[in-house]
């Protein structure tokens, strides 16, 4: 009896142990599965679509003076007379700087002296020859010396002239780069000069908008500094030649506001009213991945997200263009990129 009791407790302590292990396995296993699900990483996505982008696009730009000019001196020598300053509005035509002009003077005098005395003799020698007391030889001869005195003389002027260096346009001085006293040399520069009533604006268009564009479409141009402002300028060059990222720079020009003055190296928003935009594949900008440059958007693929690159397009609002790389229906992550890499597992959280 003993015998046969201990045999049942044998097989009641063995059949514990078999439970407890089928127990631990069950409970590894659910482990496993879970461990499992913690490595798919929650993203939110959204459906790519073709779409109709707004007719207005904008893009940022610079503005520049209309004209701007480097002046410098044609002829060197010391300065005596500096007539302008940092900020002034100068005429064109105006005297900014005079060098010392005492051996141009003399010069003048010099060669116009010469010159009078060789058209005496010039004078001199025609009433000769019609009298046949000179040779047609000599004749020549105070002719070419006339002609070589002329041309001296003009040399003199325009020396002596180059004395005074004058404003080539109106403008405003924003760069004096000489003082009184100092030695110039040929070619030193001395004012910068920007020319501010009209401005230019460079914006850089995607190639696809570019296309749309013309020159002398209208365009809405606003500003920060005038907040609620809009001016009005006109498209006046398209560059031929695209860059790098195939950006092509439009230039707008637009007419100064007396009443909100702007100035060179403000930002500007430019507004693109009349270029004209069919359906196009669009996603948001959220679901972009590096740089503009080298655009990558997350597409998921089974719950896999998969890393593709894509060229994009115009940027209007929160959307964003794509030219390739993407099809109407994938789905594209838009938010939980940073913990992706490609061929992640995901699990798709609904908003």
């Known amino acids: 009896m003993k015998k046969i009791f201990a045999i049942i407790i044998v097989a009641a302590v063995i059949a514990l142990i078999v439970f407890i292990l089928m127990m631990n396995k069950s409970k590894r296993e659910s482990k496993l ?48 007379g500096l007539y302008f300053d ?17 051996v141009r003077v003399a010069s003048l005098d010099n060669a116009q002296a010469n010159f009078d005395k060789a058209k005496k003799d010039l004078e001199r020698y025609e009433g000769l020859l019609n009298t046949q007391s000179i040779t047609e030889v000599q004749y020549e001869q105070a002719k070419l010396v006339y002609a070589q005195t002329e041309s001296a003389l003009r040399i003199a002027a325009r020396q002596l002239s180059d004395t005074r260096i004058n404003s080539p346009l109106s403008g405003i001085v924003t760069q004096r780069m000489i003082e009184k006293g100092s030695v110039i040399a040929q070619g030193t520069p001395v004012a910068i000069i920007v020319n501010i009533d009209k401005l230019k604006i460079r914006v850089n268009v995607p190639e696809r908008e570019a296309f749309r564009m013309k020159v002398g479409d209208n365009v809405d141009i606003t500003t920060e500094i005038y907040p609620g402002v809009t001016f009005y300028g006109k498209i006046m060059n398209i560059n031929s030649k695209a860059d790098e990222a195939h950006n092509y720079i439009v230039e707008i020009s637009m007419p100064n506001s007396k009443i909100n003055p702007l100035k060179a190296g403000m930002f500007a928003r ?11 594949i669009v996603i948001p900008r959220s679901s972009l991945v590096g740089s503009v440059r080298s655009p990558q958007v997350f597409v998921i693929e089974n719950n896999i997200a998969r890393l593709r690159n894509i060229v994009t397009g115009a940027e209007v609002g929160t959307l964003l263009e794509v030219l390739d790389g993407l099809t109407p229906g994938e789905n594209v992550v838009t938010s939980g990129q940073v913990n992706l890499k490609d061929s992640t597992s995901v699990t798709i959280v609904k908003e």
């Open 270 to 280: 430019v507004y693109f009213k009349e270029i004209q935009s069919g359906n196009t």
């Open 86 to 102: 940092v900020g002034n509005r100068v005429g064109k035509g105006k005297t900014l700087v005079k060098v010392d002009d005492e």
């Open 33 to 80: 599965k879970a461990g499992e699900i913690s490595n798919a990483y929650p993203v939110l996505v959204t459906p790519v679509k073709a779409d109709r982008l707004s007719d207005t696009l904008s893009l940022v730009g610079i503005i520049s003076p209309f004209s701007e000019v480097t002046v410098g001196s044609e002829t060197m020598g010391r300065v005596t």
